[in-house]
């Protein structure tokens, strides 16, 4: 069983950053694919980015590329989500997610098993 727990959030202005992070309990990080959502108020969860278990492959949504970074530090158990040229559609919960390393597809959450908690970004205009 792994835990998740997001960190990071926090109110920022237009055009700011943030970085959150998620850190994880349980041996099997580090063979995990793990990926970002969000879910505003009213819309449906949304992913957001997405990383192989070691790091070599990172895939992102439509409204965030160019914008946001995945990374992951397996020797730390952490997962990143560095979010630059924030923009007010971006504020909603962040929610971390981990999963099998194989099946499915990155952008979809029925292929990650376990999630966090959840942090909230909200961006000002």
């Known amino acids: 069983q792994v835990q998740l727990a997001e960190s990071g959030g926090g109110l920022v202005q237009a055009g700011d950053s943030l970085r959150l992070s998620c850190a994880a309990s349980g041996r099997t990080f580090s063979n995990s694919r793990m990926g970002w959502f969000r879910q505003a108020p009213g819309k449906e969860r949304e992913f957001v980015a997405g990383i192989r278990w070691n790091g070599d492959s990172t895939y992102y949504g439509d409204s965030v590329k160019g914008r946001f970074t995945v990374s992951r530090d397996n020797a730390k158990n952490t997962v990143y989500l560095q979010m630059d040229s924030l923009k007010p559609e971006d504020t909603a919960v962040y929610y971390c997610?981990?999963?099998?390393?194989?099946?499915?597809?990155?952008?979809?959450?029925?292929?990650?098993?376990?999630w966090g908690q959840g942090t909230q970004v909200t961006v000002s205009s």
């Open positions: 997610a981990g999963g099998l390393s194989w099946g499915g597809t990155y952008d979809a959450a029925s292929s990650y098993g376990y």
